[in-house]
């Protein structure tokens, strides 16, 4: 008889093909779409709102996504509610949608891909933050090499412009705000099976483990048959596992949490998997890499969405442990709104 880890690692591997195969079948229009202004920018409407307009940018595309009618009505005025408190908020709701803040790595190449990899991850772009200016723009993509984004300092040409046009440089940039959950989107998958909120790991510190969370669902009149979870090693094989058979619409990933022992990992490098089987006989596999260092810990949430087609999207949010000068910033913010008001030549810096 087969032991479980042993089962769990050939059903992910089986699986592995047909998750490559939905990555590559992702409409590219959904980019495309996105890279054609269809009224998605704007300017500051005041000095000092840098940020309250940028993340008013990036609500807008990502209702646009959405298949929102009133897209057009998300501005910088009716964030501003949920959002500003002498500076942006570090985490607000608008709209269904969460919008959470991270820091970005000091060295410029580590910056660079973590930041190619939050655009994939977020086809809405994030709010970029360089605090030397300080100002903030919209990052809207990574394409051909070049990172765009749109300005809202009016001293820069209006629409997505590259970003050695913008008032602001990739090298200088220290933190950006992102959309961490959309309600809008997870709506539209419940007749699917589906994860919801899955921490996962990133980096975990030696000894220092994680705790496991998130929900897995079932669609609409199914429940879950199976909840399987594996750590892997380097070399793809499993060293801890942990399975259930809940027979229940919805469950909560907590209940692996003493079986799953992160702490216990020395270091190395690792593949943490979730496998989820209903009784529609649909299958979901979620699986991501990461490592056990000396370094910060570090981990990230996953939400299964759909996009207005009903293709379904895997959208990953990094969350980063050590928020460096998160308080600063609030502070860094008031100050600059301050400041701003001083003239027109503030203004036209943002």
């Not at 483990?209 to 094989?237: H, R, Y």
Request: net charge negative; hydrophobic share 40%; charged share 15%.
């Amino acid at each position: 008889m087969e032991c479980a880890p042993h089962r769990i690692w050939k059903k992910l591997m089986a699986l592995v093909l047909s998750l490559v195969l939905m990555v590559v079948m992702l409409p590219g229009a959904l980019a495309v779409d996105l890279n054609v202004d269809a009224g998605f920018y704007f300017k500051q409407s005041r000095g000092g709102t840098c940020t309250l307009a940028s993340a008013a940018m990036m609500l807008r595309r990502r209702a646009f996504l959405d298949g929102l009618t009133d897209w057009t009505d998300v501005t910088e005025n009716s964030v501003r509610g949920s959002a500003w408190a002498g500076g942006l908020s570090h985490s607000f709701n608008y709209n269904a949608m969460q919008v959470g803040y991270s820091t970005l790595p000091s060295n410029n190449e580590e910056k660079k891909a973590v930041l190619i990899q939050l655009l994939a991850e977020h086809p809405e772009g994030i709010v970029l933050y360089d605090r030397r200016q300080p100002h903030a723009v919209l990052l809207t993509d990574y394409t051909d090499g070049v990172f765009y984004c749109s300005d809202p300092a009016g001293s820069v040409s209006s629409g997505r412009v590259p970003i050695s046009a913008a008032s602001i440089s990739i090298a200088g940039a220290s933190c950006y705000w992102y959309i961490s959950s959309d309600h809008n989107s997870a709506v539209a998958t419940l007749d699917s099976l589906r994860l919801e909120g899955m921490r996962y790991p990133v980096n975990i510190r030696t000894g220092k483990g994680m705790s496991v969370s998130g929900t897995a669902a079932s669609a609409s009149g199914a429940v879950l048959s199976s909840v399987e979870a594996a750590i892997l090693d380097a070399n793809d094989q499993p060293v801890q596992s942990a399975e259930a058979a809940p027979n229940a619409s919805s469950w909560s990933l907590k209940n692996f949490d003493s079986q799953l022992r992160f702490g216990e990992l020395p270091e190395g490098s690792y593949t943490y998997m979730v496998v989820l089987t209903d009784s529609n006989g649909q299958t979901l596999c979620f699986m991501s890499d990461f490592t056990v260092s000396g370094s910060a810990s570090s981990t990230a949430t996953y939400w299964t969405v759909q996009d207005p087609s009903g293709t379904k999207l895997g959208q990953l949010v990094q969350e980063t442990e050590e928020a460096v000068a998160e308080a600063v910033e609030s502070e860094a913010e008031a100050v600059t709104e301050a400041e701003t008001k001083k003239g027109m030549w503030s203004w036209l810096l943002g």
